[in-house]
């Protein structure tokens, strides 16, 4: 009889509390929930759900509103908590224990994945969207982010499988954004040279990405610098950070793969209970870990954020309507420097007005070779 396969990854502290990733889960219904809906019995996994399976559960019953034949299974690494979570299965609820491999018998059109990947090197965790992206169905979509302790805060990516059949429409970046499918940034993830950014001396500022996609000068992006060549695929650290040894002992990261990624990053979110939010650049806490340790000048993170704060500093006269109206001049102030979604189902008041702003993910791809 042959041996099980052990699951790939390291045990996370498992911390976790009810109603923790409504935010995620509400973006989740909104925005891939037609997706979901044109499928006869789509499968979601819910990957590294922690000490207590509650909130698999409460992304099945949310789910569940959106098409009443959806599956989702809860994935952990521990045995333990697997057999803790059992008795809450039901039809069309599982757990099982696993890792990146994704146990599943079919390819799932949804991973959500949060809290997962911070005690793992920035390397490490590009492997692992690669990882978890080609296990997805064709167009498939990883949902990867990290929250605090009781969900106030949040800032998650959106990475689409680019292999297979052309994804659907939604995470595809607002017309005045600089990417399209198959754009600057392409399937490949890579800078491609020979763009309208290019042609300008790369993206700008009172406008950066203005309609035609071309930037004026003078802006933070341009002192900052433009991405030249290749992205964090490409960085070459990543098979040396494979081989590290944590804590734990050595980490079942997978190795890097050759020739164009499984899956490219699309979309980041921002996400904050308003009326605890003394500024936006309070969510730095919470990037992904691609990008914490980016979060320095001459990075579009960085440039992105501090943009996002002077906004948000100017539309303090709005504070006496409260937060929500704040946030929400805010961001659009913010929309005349940097291509945040201002339409839905990724953008626009109805979703700015819950604490939210998206924007496409070269607007803060790390620049190669990391700070």
């Given at each position: 009889m042959p041996r099980a396969r052990r699951p790939e990854g390291t045990i996370t502290r498992g911390k976790t509390a009810p109603n923790r990733l409504r935010r995620v889960d509400r973006w989740i219904v909104r925005v891939h929930g037609p997706e979901l809906r044109r499928q006869e019995r789509p499968l979601v996994v819910d990957l590294g759900y922690g000490a207590s399976p509650i909130t698999t559960?409460?992304?099945f019953g949310r789910l569940r509103a959106?098409?009443?034949r959806v599956e989702v299974?809860?994935?952990e690494i521990d045995p333990d908590r697997v057999a803790a979570a059992r008795p809450y299965e039901r039809e069309g609820l599982?757990?099982?224990?696993?890792?990146?491999?994704?146990?599943v018998e079919r390819p799932p059109?949804?991973?959500?994945a949060f809290n997962v990947l911070r005690q793992y090197e920035e390397a490490e965790a590009w492997q692992a969207w690669d990882r978890l992206c080609a296990g997805l169905a064709p167009g498939g979509v990883l949902v990867e982010g990290t929250c605090d302790?009781?969900?106030r805060r949040a800032v998650w990516v959106s990475l689409r499988r680019t292999t297979g059949e052309a994804p659907a429409r939604a995470d595809v970046p607002a017309a005045r954004g600089p990417v399209a499918a198959g754009g600057l940034w392409g399937r490949s993830g890579r800078w491609e040279p020979g763009s309208p950014w290019e042609a300008e001396g790369g993206p700008a500022a009172a406008g950066p990405w203005e309609p035609s996609g071309r930037g004026e000068s003078g802006s933070a992006r341009e002192a900052?610098?433009?991405p030249e060549t290749a992205g964090p695929w490409e960085s070459g650290n990543a098979r040396e950070a494979s081989r590290r040894r944590g804590p734990g002992g050595r980490r079942a990261v997978p190795r890097p793969r050759d020739g164009e990624p499984a899956g490219v990053p699309q979309t980041i979110t921002?996400?904050?209970?308003?009326?605890?939010?003394?500024?936006?650049s309070d969510l730095t806490e919470r990037l992904p870990k691609t990008l914490i340790h980016r979060n320095v000048p001459g990075e579009p993170v960085h440039a992105l954020l501090t943009a996002f704060d002077r906004a948000w500093a100017s539309a303090a006269p709005r504070s006496v309507f409260g937060p929500r109206q704040r946030w929400i001049a805010a961001v659009e102030l913010l929309s005349r420097e940097f291509p945040v979604h201002t339409t839905p189902p990724l953008g626009g008041r109805g979703r700015w007005r819950l604490g939210e702003v998206t924007a496409p993910w070269p607007t803060v791809a790390p620049r190669p070779g990391g700070p």
């Amino acid at each position: 009889m042959p041996r099980a396969r052990r699951p790939e990854g390291t045990i996370t502290r498992g911390k976790t509390a009810p109603n923790r990733l409504r935010r995620v889960d509400r973006w989740i219904v909104r925005v891939h929930g037609p997706e979901l809906r044109r499928q006869e019995r789509p499968l979601v996994v819910d990957l590294g759900y922690g000490a207590s399976p509650i909130t698999t559960v409460e992304l099945f019953g949310r789910l569940r509103a959106v098409h009443p034949r959806v599956e989702v299974v809860g994935i952990e690494i521990d045995p333990d908590r697997v057999a803790a979570a059992r008795p809450y299965e039901r039809e069309g609820l599982s757990f099982r224990l696993g890792g990146f491999e994704l146990p599943v018998e079919r390819p799932p059109a949804l991973i959500r994945a949060f809290n997962v990947l911070r005690q793992y090197e920035e390397a490490e965790a590009w492997q692992a969207w690669d990882r978890l992206c080609a296990g997805l169905a064709p167009g498939g979509v990883l949902v990867e982010g990290t929250c605090d302790e009781i969900g106030r805060r949040a800032v998650w990516v959106s990475l689409r499988r680019t292999t297979g059949e052309a994804p659907a429409r939604a995470d595809v970046p607002a017309a005045r954004g600089p990417v399209a499918a198959g754009g600057l940034w392409g399937r490949s993830g890579r800078w491609e040279p020979g763009s309208p950014w290019e042609a300008e001396g790369g993206p700008a500022a009172a406008g950066p990405w203005e309609p035609s996609g071309r930037g004026e000068s003078g802006s933070a992006r341009e002192a900052g610098g433009r991405p030249e060549t290749a992205g964090p695929w490409e960085s070459g650290n990543a098979r040396e950070a494979s081989r590290r040894r944590g804590p734990g002992g050595r980490r079942a990261v997978p190795r890097p793969r050759d020739g164009e990624p499984a899956g490219v990053p699309q979309t980041i979110t921002f996400a904050a209970h308003l009326p605890t939010l003394s500024r936006p650049s309070d969510l730095t806490e919470r990037l992904p870990k691609t990008l914490i340790h980016r979060n320095v000048p001459g990075e579009p993170v960085h440039a992105l954020l501090t943009a996002f704060d002077r906004a948000w500093a100017s539309a303090a006269p709005r504070s006496v309507f409260g937060p929500r109206q704040r946030w929400i001049a805010a961001v659009e102030l913010l929309s005349r420097e940097f291509p945040v979604h201002t339409t839905p189902p990724l953008g626009g008041r109805g979703r700015w007005r819950l604490g939210e702003v998206t924007a496409p993910w070269p607007t803060v791809a790390p620049r190669p070779g990391g700070p």
